[in-house]
């Protein structure tokens, strides 16, 4: 099961991320068992933790500061792969986890690492089809003469492999990526025309 993405206290208030839920899985647990799991992640108790620990997974390796900061989101939602209130099962991505996002980087968004803020379904579909006006932190690819230059971000998928995004995406690719059992049929190259440098037919057709 992958956990949830804000653990709530009795007030239904969120206490941490999801970021801090996974810490003995990415070789901190020393820092994980030091934290007051029944607090907020900026209480007295964990904030000179929560806000001094650098932590590189959090980070865009091509990107790094030396900050508590992280752009990495989940998106959160009953059709996504974080419902708000538990973690997922499993056997509920019903739409294959491979073709199901996870988490994305989000250039312009910041948040502390330890902070439980995330998208939500509507905000991500609204990112993720929109043509970006600041390229800020995005992935610039130039793969060859005959291929365009292409601005990417990175995304994290259920089934645990990473890849590119190109945006932006159609809706209806934002859509299927991001719900667990929508039904959508997703066509492989399709998505992967997404993940993957686009020819510059213009260029071919004045070189042949």
């Not at 994980?32 to 000179?48: C, K, L």
């Not at 790094?64 to 900061?69: I, L, M, R």
């Not at 939500?120 to 130039?142: K, V």
């Amino acid at each position: 099961n992958f956990p949830q993405a804000a653990p709530l206290d009795e007030k239904r208030g969120s206490l941490q991320s999801w970021r801090l839920e996974i810490l003995p899985y990415l070789e901190q647990n020393e820092l994980y068992q030091r934290i007051r799991h029944d607090e907020p992640w900026d209480s007295a108790a964990n904030r000179p933790l929560t806000s001094t620990a650098v932590l590189e997974v959090f980070q865009c390796p091509a990107h790094w500061s030396q900050t508590p900061h992280t752009h990495y989101f989940a998106v959160v939602g009953e059709q996504t792969a974080w419902p708000p209130d538990r973690g997922r099962k499993l056997n509920e991505f019903r739409d294959g986890r491979e073709f199901t996002l996870l988490a994305l980087e989000a250039p312009h968004k910041q948040a502390m690492w330890a902070e439980p803020v995330d998208f939500t379904f509507e905000e991500a579909i609204d990112y993720l089809t929109r043509t970006p006006t600041d390229r800020t932190g995005m992935h610039e690819s130039q793969p060859g003469f005959f291929y365009k230059t292409t601005w990417s971000i990175n995304a994290v998928f259920a089934d645990g492999h990473v890849g590119y995004l190109s945006l932006p995406l159609p809706r209806e690719v934002a859509v299927a990526i991001l719900t667990v059992d929508g039904g959508e049929e997703i066509d492989v190259s399709s998505l992967r025309s997404w993940m993957e440098p686009e020819l510059d037919y213009a260029k071919c057709y004045a070189f042949a």
